[in-house]
């Protein structure tokens, strides 16, 4: 007896062959999508907050999306993605320990800058600061970063803010001993620092994170 091959069964079959064999590219260019930017930010030469922070975002997008397809995955997919992911950490452990290292280094320069050689250690103290030397210390301070206000990021103010709050705490424990006239120069510069940050803070530039930002 001749089999009889109906016309719609062959394009059923057509159509569901095409469908997996279109699912089937768009896991694998999705794998390769996720390879592709993971080989990328491996490439770059130093990593700070901001930069990881964006890269973690693209990984965290790109990644989202193999996980939605975790069903349709074959095993060498599933293999391909679990290589990927073991990279990532690989390279995530190494970025954050640089990120740490650099910004403990910039710290350093910054508050070189801002005080003076090794005045500011790990502990932040301020004891160095006393009644007769407070109102240079305020003056070496805002004049500094009024000279270098265009080329803070945000990392950098936050650690302004941070030294000057540790500094205005030291000012209030020696106020009653300052020096006449002190008090009113000081107020002066504290003025001129918050014009400064209002202005400047909020539109710090961002460290360039355009390497990570062209491969998302």
Same mark, same amino acid.
């Given at each position: 007896?001749? *089999?009889?091959?109906?016309?719609?069964?062959?394009?059923?079959?057509?159509?569901?062959?095409?469908?997996?064999?279109?699912?089937?590219?768009? $896991?694998?260019?999705?794998?390769?999508?996720?390879? $592709?930017?993971?080989?990328?930010?491996?490439?770059?030469?130093?990593?700070?907050?901001?930069?990881?922070?964006?890269?973690?975002?693209?990984?965290?997008? *790109?990644?989202?999306?193999?996980? +939605?397809?975790?069903?349709?995955?074959?095993?060498?997919?599933?293999?391909?993605?679990?290589?990927?992911?073991?990279?990532?950490?690989?390279?995530?452990?190494?970025?954050?320990?640089?990120?740490?290292?650099?910004? $403990?280094?910039?710290?350093?320069?910054?508050?070189?800058?801002?005080?003076?050689? #090794?005045?500011?250690?790990?502990?932040?103290?301020?004891?160095?600061?006393? +009644?007769?030397?407070?109102?240079?210390?305020?003056?070496?301070?805002?004049?500094?970063?009024?000279?270098?206000?265009?080329?803070?990021?945000?990392?950098?103010?936050?650690?302004?803010?941070?030294?000057?709050?540790?500094?205005?705490?030291?000012?209030?424990?020696?106020?009653?001993?300052?020096? *006449?006239?002190?008090?009113?120069?000081?107020?002066?510069?504290?003025?001129?620092?918050?014009?400064?940050?209002?202005?400047?803070?909020? #539109?710090?530039?961002?460290?360039? $994170?355009? +390497?990570?930002?062209?491969?998302?």
């Amino acid at each position: 007896m001749k *089999k009889i091959i109906f016309p719609a069964l062959l394009t059923v079959a057509a159509f569901v062959g095409a469908c997996s064999n279109e699912a089937e590219k768009q $896991n694998k260019d999705a794998i390769g999508d996720l390879r $592709n930017y993971v080989d990328s930010v491996s490439k770059i030469d130093s990593y700070d907050n901001e930069r990881w922070t964006s890269i973690e975002s693209g990984y965290q997008e *790109k990644s989202t999306t193999v996980d +939605a397809k975790q069903a349709e995955l074959n095993e060498s997919m599933k293999k391909d993605y679990e290589k990927i992911k073991a990279d990532y950490e690989e390279l995530k452990a190494k970025a954050q320990a640089q990120v740490v290292q650099n910004q $403990n280094a910039y710290k350093v320069v910054l508050r070189n800058a801002l005080f003076g050689e #090794g005045v500011i250690g790990d502990d932040m103290g301020f004891g160095f600061m006393t +009644a007769a030397n407070a109102a240079a210390t305020y003056d070496r301070f805002v004049n500094t970063v009024d000279a270098n206000k265009d080329n803070y990021s945000r990392e950098d103010w936050d650690e302004i803010k941070v030294l000057y709050e540790a500094m205005d705490t030291r000012k209030n424990e020696i106020e009653k001993e300052l020096p *006449k006239g002190d008090n009113g120069k000081i107020a002066g510069l504290k003025i001129k620092f918050a014009a400064i940050k209002a202005t400047n803070r909020p #539109g710090a530039k961002i460290d360039e $994170n355009s +390497a990570a930002k062209e491969n998302r």
